[in-house]
């Protein structure tokens, strides 16, 4: 089956840095969905790429569809304690969504 | 609106037993999916149904089954526990395809002793 890759696994940032988080797979993606994930919470939907290109913003999060539509990522600006959580990605097939590793972001007060 | 329900919130079970979990989606969404999530990864997909037929299965062995009932609500079935079933298993329900937005319930934590 298809494996989606994130990096970085882990990361550490203090308050008010930026983050960035990548996922990368081998084969062309149809569409991908970003999720956060709290501690101890469930996957909360955080939005969807479909175009080659695409870029879409929400406050201070910034999502990309890469060119080829083999990779994608999540920027955080000016990080707030409020984004702790783990960030997938997940490619969507065709009755299935298939997550990535996650990027577990801490961030330091 | 309520959002998607799970039951139980926990379940402590012992090898070689059975376990039933249940999913009630969103009012109006019909597609129900079925995620395993073990601790430190992402979610591994089991199963989506759709109008209350089996629309996608997972890499997972046949002692995992699952069904939808009329109201759209899904069981998931474990047979035989193994240690290694222990795990976050999650319920998501959307609209209609898995590629609409795929609204979580809070999981089931099931520990296999």
């Known amino acids: 089956g298809q494996q989606v890759m994130q990096i970085p696994q882990y990361q550490h940032v203090q308050e008010g840095e930026d983050f960035t988080t990548y996922c990368n797979s081998s084969?062309?993606?149809?569409?991908i969905q970003w999720y956060k994930q709290r501690p101890g919470g469930h996957p909360v939907f955080l939005i969807q790429?479909?175009?080659?290109?695409e870029v879409k913003k929400q406050k201070r999060l910034t999502f990309q569809f890469g060119e080829a539509k083999k990779n994608s990522s999540l920027h955080i600006t000016a990080t707030q304690t409020t984004d702790v959580g783990t960030y997938f990605c997940?490619?969507?097939?065709?009755?299935?969504?298939?997550f990535g590793t996650g990027t577990r972001l801490t961030v330091i007060p | 609106d309520a959002g998607v329900t799970q039951s139980p919130t926990h379940l402590i079970k012992t090898r070689g037993q059975h376990v039933t979990l249940r999913c009630s989606p969103i009012s109006g969404h019909k597609s129900v999916s079925w995620y395993q999530q073990v601790l430190g990864q992402g979610p591994q997909f089991i199963f989506q149904?759709?109008?209350?037929?089996?629309?996608g299965r997972g890499n997972f062995p046949d002692r995992f089954s699952a069904r939808q009932f009329p109201n759209y609500s899904s069981e998931l079935n474990v047979n035989a526990l193994l240690l290694g079933d222990s795990a976050l298993y999650l319920c998501?329900?959307?609209?209609?395809?898995?590629?609409?937005?795929?609204?979580f319930g809070p999981g089931t934590r099931l520990t296999v002793l």
């Open positions: 790429l479909v175009k080659s290109g």
């Open positions: 998501a329900s959307s609209l209609n395809r898995v590629t609409d937005t795929q609204y």
């Open positions: 997940a490619e969507t097939g065709a009755n299935n969504l298939f």
């Open positions: 084969t062309t993606l149809s569409n």
């Open positions: 149904y759709y109008e209350k037929e089996e629309r």
